[in-house]
């Protein structure tokens, strides 16, 4: 301000002010200005480069996309890989720890799980069965669900005895998982029975009500943990009924071998 005092008792102008004073002392702003300007265009221009150079390098959204051909669009892999996508929103909705965040972490849940059963239905809709879509359709689920015990045994929604419903769940993702990989050098499929499809749809509507906690009712609470034991219960018995596929296909394996044979 005193510059500008004595600049106008010198007797100078507006212009002769903003030309002498303001751009002289705006300099090094202006300098900074235009280099972090010229950062944000060369990284606009860069970033883009670098993603799609590589597969390996290519961020979720431009992954998804690469699912969409040019005549047909992969159904399957891509509701899967948006299931798998959707559970960091889950996760972090949920340690929110607000109402509102709960139910919305409730409301990604179940619109992953809806996504992660449409995409089977559409893959056999439009026979659009593909390697990368019998990878992530095991697995969308099965990651959605572990995340999501996970978190409620952490958070104490699912604390004491009701621990031990979400072991059972999980010790049973993870065998099936084992048989699976298993026949599958066997050339030998195991298909999903009735049952198991009841016991995860029972198991992913009791989830979607422990999620909500304590936004609401204690009523949805306890009938998410009778529904959780009922998965429970369920996954014992599809659990057994896979494990004695399983070694039904290691018992012919072994009388089949060539040591058996002298």
Known sequence: QDLFEAA?????SPLQQIRSLVIPMSGSILGTLAILRFLACWNSFV???VMLSSE????IPVGLMRLDGEYVKLWGPMMASFSIAAIPLVVACFWLDRGWAQWLSMILFVAAAVTDWFDGYFARRYHQISRLGRFLDPIADKLLVAAALLMLVDNGQ???????AAMIILAREILVSGLREFLAEL????PVSALAKWKTAV???AIAFLLVGDAASPTISDLGLWLIWIAAALTLITGYDYLRTGLRHMAEDTSSSPGDSS
């Open 187 to 190: 050339r030998v499929g195991l």
């Open 8 to 12: 106008q008792v010198d007797g100078a």
């Open 56 to 59: 390996y390098k290519q961020v």
């Open 47 to 49: 970033m883009p480069l």
């Open 158 to 164: 699912l604390g004491g005895i009701n621990v031990l």
């Open 203 to 205: 198991q992913m509507v």
